[in-house]
Structure formats: structure tokens, C-alpha cells
């Protein structure tokens, strides 16, 4: 008699302790899917802000690239060593993660774990393709005498490029444990934010390529 009420008190404690479990758990979610004053989450909000002080840093590299893009001094020039059709292509590469990152961006939101899965490792592959171009492209630049202290040119070029790259991998990084959740456990359409975040942060990657490899490749120095 005594065993079968300690059993009973025991059922009782678990059932509260699974209740509590679920009801702190509600009480997360509902708290970091908050919304602010401006009809965005926390979370949006705070990648927004996070990408706007993005903007600041690329723009003072840029601006720094800019002003020291004319200073070769006795090194090569940018039009001797650049291979504007190579460095197309792999931009080319980049610009179509864009779109397969907007597939996975989509899946997730309808709870597609398979597509969002596949077009996010896609995304990935293609981010990787143009971080593997970057460094092949590099290796030529050394070999035919540019390095990173040969001039101001030189020295503003690679930083630029070079944190622009490592924006590049972070981003396929973030890609890729994602991934690795999906691979672990489903993830449902409860969690397309994080995805939708993700996306964000590599649409502004891919934007400011572009702004670079216009003003880098194809305008003159």
C-alpha cells in the first residue's frame, strides 16, 4: 500500500515537472517571437541592426580602398593582374546563392523540411565555390608580385576583399549548422525565422559584392 502511494506521488511530480518543462518552454518561444514597436521581432530587429553596423565598417573599408586605389607605387598595377573574366564568373556563382538562398528561405516558411534542407546546403556549396575562387585569385595576385604590404593599393585591396571573404565563410558557417540541426531533428516552420535571418545576412553579403566588384573590377583605377 505504502509502495503503490509513493508511486502515485511520483507520477504526480513528474506530471508537474513536464508541465512546468512545457509551460516555461511556451513562455520562451512566445517571448523571443515578441514583436516590437516597429511590427518586427526581436530577433529581426536586432539582425537589422547588426547589418546596418555592417554598413558602417564595409563603408569606411570602401571608402579607404577608394582613396589609396590610385597608389600602386612600384608594384603591379590592378589592369596587370586582375582577371576580370575569372572573378565574373565566381561573382556570377555568388549572385545565384542569392537565389537559392530565397528558395530556402521560402521552404522553410511552408515547413518544407526537405527543400529547405537541400536549397540551404546549395547555398552553401555556392558560397563555398566563391571563397575557393577568392583564394585561387589571391595565390595569383602574391605570385605575380602583389602582396598585402606592396603598396597602399595592395594593402586596402585585400583587407577589403579579405574581410568581405570572411563574411563569406561566417555566412556559410551559419548555413551549415543550420543544417546540421535539420539533419539532427526536423526542423518546423516555427523555426523559418532563424532561416529567414540567415537569408538576410547573406542577401547583404551578396549586395555588397557587388558594390565592391563594381568599384574594384570594373571601374578604373
Same mark, same amino acid.
Given at each position: 500500500m505504502m509502495i503503490s502511494t509513493h508511486l502515485q506521488q511520483q507520477r504526480m511530480w513528474f506530471t508537474l515537472a513536464e508541465h512546468a518543462v512545457m509551460t516555461a518552454d511556451s513562455h520562451a518561444d512566445s517571448h523571443g517571437a515578441a514583436h516590437t514597436s516597429t511590427g518586427l521581432s526581436n530577433?529581426?530587429? !536586432?539582425?537589422?541592426?547588426?547589418?546596418?553596423?555592417?554598413?558602417?565598417?564595409?563603408?569606411? =573599408?570602401?571608402?579607404t580602398y577608394m582613396l589609396y586605389r590610385g597608389r600602386v607605387g612600384e608594384g603591379p598595377r590592378p589592369s596587370q593582374v586582375f582577371d576580370i573574366p575569372f572573378t565574373s564568373v565566381s561573382s556570377f556563382v555568388l549572385l545565384m546563392s542569392s537565389l537559392t538562398m530565397v528558395l530556402a528561405v521560402s521552404a522553410a516558411h511552408k515547413g518544407d523540411d526537405r527543400n529547405t534542407y537541400l536549397w540551404t546546403t546549395v547555398t552553401? =556549396?555556392?558560397?563555398?565555390?566563391?571563397?575557393?575562387?577568392?583564394?585561387?585569385?589571391?595565390?595569383a595576385f602574391y605570385n605575380e608580385g602583389m602582396g598585402f604590404t606592396t603598396s597602399l593599393f595592395s594593402s586596402s585591396f585585400y583587407v577589403l576583399t579579405g574581410f568581405h571573404g570572411v563574411h563569406v565563410t561566417v555566412g556559410i558557417i551559419m548555413l551549415m549548422s543550420i543544417v546540421g540541426i535539420m539533419?539532427?531533428?526536423?526542423?518546423? !516552420?516555427?523555426?523559418?525565422?532563424? +532561416?529567414?535571418? %540567415?537569408? =538576410?545576412?547573406?542577401?547583404? +553579403?551578396?549586395?555588397?559584392?557587388?558594390? %565592391?566588384?563594381?568599384?574594384?573590377?570594373?571601374?578604373?583605377?
Amino acid at each position: 500500500m505504502m509502495i503503490s502511494t509513493h508511486l502515485q506521488q511520483q507520477r504526480m511530480w513528474f506530471t508537474l515537472a513536464e508541465h512546468a518543462v512545457m509551460t516555461a518552454d511556451s513562455h520562451a518561444d512566445s517571448h523571443g517571437a515578441a514583436h516590437t514597436s516597429t511590427g518586427l521581432s526581436n530577433n529581426k530587429l !536586432g539582425m537589422w541592426l547588426f547589418l546596418g553596423s555592417e554598413c558602417l565598417l564595409f563603408g569606411g =573599408l570602401i571608402s579607404t580602398y577608394m582613396l589609396y586605389r590610385g597608389r600602386v607605387g612600384e608594384g603591379p598595377r590592378p589592369s596587370q593582374v586582375f582577371d576580370i573574366p575569372f572573378t565574373s564568373v565566381s561573382s556570377f556563382v555568388l549572385l545565384m546563392s542569392s537565389l537559392t538562398m530565397v528558395l530556402a528561405v521560402s521552404a522553410a516558411h511552408k515547413g518544407d523540411d526537405r527543400n529547405t534542407y537541400l536549397w540551404t546546403t546549395v547555398t552553401a =556549396l555556392l558560397g563555398a565555390t566563391f571563397v575557393g575562387g577568392q583564394v585561387y585569385e589571391f595565390t595569383a595576385f602574391y605570385n605575380e608580385g602583389m602582396g598585402f604590404t606592396t603598396s597602399l593599393f595592395s594593402s586596402s585591396f585585400y583587407v577589403l576583399t579579405g574581410f568581405h571573404g570572411v563574411h563569406v565563410t561566417v555566412g556559410i558557417i551559419m548555413l551549415m549548422s543550420i543544417v546540421g540541426i535539420m539533419k539532427r531533428s526536423k526542423v518546423p !516552420g516555427s523555426k523559418s525565422e532563424t +532561416v529567414e535571418m %540567415i537569408g =538576410l545576412y547573406w542577401h547583404f +553579403v551578396d549586395v555588397v559584392w557587388i558594390i %565592391i566588384f563594381t568599384l574594384i573590377y570594373l571601374i578604373p583605377a
